[in-house]
């Protein structure tokens, strides 16, 4: 991709769920994103960025579209938005920011949708946080200062203990899955987290995860019989569709290491298009259950991304589907 472009416009609003508006110039602020836009806060969600051909793209369907349209903090050119992936750095003018989220899901028909009949930013947008601040202009240099390639797995790594979130023992299974997601896939640890064994601390974490844009949220805790073992309950209540082979295999290999692996009641299953492994709390056992699956998560990963057309293989039995993404 090109690593260097400009900023074609800068629009700011005082209301979320509208449009914004053109404006001669914005302050970027660390840690809150544009001074006065109703989005500036310490979220990760701090600043929104189009791509200029993906505006024209719908300008072309006839659409009479003012910059901010969309509700667009920057609209960009020369720089390739779908190749940027999470944690990768931009200079904007005087200002640093960071990939923080891919896309977003719409819950509801916004204003910007009920007025244009479409949003792009689901599908087009990134957002951001400021590292520096700065005042940003039309015109200004956009440049790559390092890039994290979307092309490789983005992967969340989330540890559910009690004591780990307490600090009452560290977190062993969370840095021994990052490990292994890095050395088996070359996945990009886009981020990690420990939460108590509280169902709705653990929604709160994957759904996270899941808006975030990522690949791949692996869960490490929880899966087992004890009063607070809610991990496979707390998936549930976040996946739209199971991936019960993935499970079955894990719980397949880790019986032939201990009679154990019958009481584990880890879920797979994908939100949005986000595959989410659930795994036991040790280290060993974690990194084994991944091992026994791991084969199978690039092509998971790919029909996610929606971008396998055809998964014929030569010798494949004609009934195959399972790579089917119809």
Do not use: W
């Amino acid at each position: 991709m090109s690593a260097e472009g400009r900023v074609v416009a800068v629009c700011t609003g005082a209301q979320k769920g509208a449009p914004k508006r053109a404006v001669p110039e914005i302050e970027l602020v660390r840690g809150l994103g544009v001074m006065g836009d109703a989005h500036a806060g310490s979220g990760h969600r701090q600043v929104s960025m189009l791509d200029l051909a993906a505006i024209e793209e719908m300008r072309a369907q006839g659409l009479s579209l003012d910059f901010g349209a969309f509700a667009e903090n920057l609209v960009t050119e020369g720089l390739c938005l779908d190749d940027l992936g999470i944690g990768s750095e931009l200079a904007v003018g005087p200002a640093r920011l960071s990939v923080t989220q891919i896309g977003k899901t719409c819950h509801d028909p916004c204003a910007i949708f009920r007025t244009v009949g479409h949003c792009i930013m689901p599908e087009r947008g990134i957002f951001l946080e400021v590292l520096e601040g700065g005042v940003v202009r039309p015109g200004d240099e956009v440049r790559v200062l390092h890039l994290i390639s979307r092309a490789i797995t983005q992967a969340a790594v989330i540890t559910v203990s009690d004591r780990a979130y307490r600090g009452v023992r560290p977190d062993e299974s969370g840095p021994a899955l990052c490990q292994y997601v890095q050395d088996a896939l070359g996945a990009h640890i886009a981020l990690t987290t420990i939460v108590p064994d509280d169902t709705q601390a653990i929604v709160s974490a994957l759904r996270d995860a899941v808006e975030r844009g990522l690949d791949l949220i692996l869960t490490t805790g929880g899966t087992g019989c004890a009063p607070r073992d809610v991990t496979p309950e707390a998936t549930r209540e976040v996946i739209e569709r199971e991936v019960p082979g993935l499970a079955e295999q894990m719980r397949a290999q880790s019986f032939r290491r201990t009679p154990h692996a019958l009481l584990s009641r880890a879920v797979v299953g994908i939100a949005r298009r986000s595959l989410i492994i659930n795994l036991p709390g040790s280290p060993s056992g974690a990194v084994e259950n991944l091992q026994a699956v791991v084969d199978a998560l690039p092509h998971a990963v790919e029909l996610l991304r929606g971008r396998v057309a055809d998964c014929h293989r030569p010798g494949a039995a004609a009934s195959d589907t399972s790579g089917d993404p119809t």
